[in-house]
């Protein structure tokens, strides 16, 4: 799972299908770190994602349902989180993302990345983050009242 | 004999659209290299690609207009809403 992107970067990278508990996710990456015997990065950013319980319309949403595109959807993270490590000079880089049908309140995204300070830090994270928005295939479909509608585009930053 | 073909993706609004998810292209000997833009009008999926629609071949971002190789995979994609 942990992939070595240019620079000695360690990426760990996980689809899930299922329901995740981000603070759990960020734990076993944090242990992982320490396990790996390099010096504690000084500064770390994480960014939650949640699904809010409201559609584009503004109406109640009963689910979002997440498409992507198996294969190139971890290679195109991949290429984006090392391009933004190079970019920042990031140490680590760990991304969750939920595919499949995801109700309101659950985890949709965990980003988060360590360097070695809290610009560079929350810039690099930021960065990835809005690139996974748009640069990386995924597609929502929102669920409401037994309809579903295709999201064509992201929510305002 | 085995025929070389090319594998046809759509994803999302696109699939539903139309109906399917995965095509076999079979490339006629002798016949030009397809790209990405005459598969679209091959397919019945519309006169020109439109703009907000992007291509991936081999699972990488790329041009309507590049030259396809027997055995590839090309996807096209509606606009993105990841995150």
Request: net charge neutral.
């Amino acid at each position: 799972m942990a992939d070595p992107l240019p620079g000695n970067i360690a990426l760990q990278l996980q689809l899930h299908p299922e329901r995740f508990d981000p603070l759990v996710a960020l734990a076993a990456w944090q242990r992982s770190l320490a396990a790996s015997g390099a010096e504690p990065a000084a500064a770390e950013a994480h960014f939650i994602g949640r699904v809010r319980g409201v559609t584009a319309a503004g109406v109640p949403l009963e689910a979002l349902e997440l498409e992507h595109y198996p294969g190139m959807t971890e290679a195109q993270i991949s290429r984006l989180a090392a391009d933004c490590a190079q970019r920042h000079g990031l140490r680590a880089v760990r991304v969750d993302h939920r595919v499949g049908r995801v109700l309101p309140g659950e985890a949709i995204v965990l980003v988060a990345v360590t360097a070695d300070r809290r610009g560079p830090t929350q810039r690099g994270g930021q960065e990835l983050l809005e690139a996974l928005k748009h640069e990386a295939p995924f597609w929502k479909r929102e669920w409401s009242g037994g309809v579903g509608a295709w999201v064509e585009g992201n929510t305002a930053f | 004999m085995i025929t070389a073909s090319i594998t046809v993706r759509l994803f999302a609004a696109l699939r539903e659209r139309a109906g399917w998810a995965e095509r076999q292209v079979a490339l006629p000997a002798g016949a030009a290299a397809p790209t990405p833009a005459s598969l679209w009008r091959q397919l019945g999926l519309g006169d020109t690609l439109p703009a907000q629609v992007r291509v991936a071949v081999n699972q990488v971002f790329a041009s309507a207009d590049q030259r396809l190789e027997p055995g590839a995979e090309v996807a096209f994609l509606p606009p993105i809403s990841g995150g």
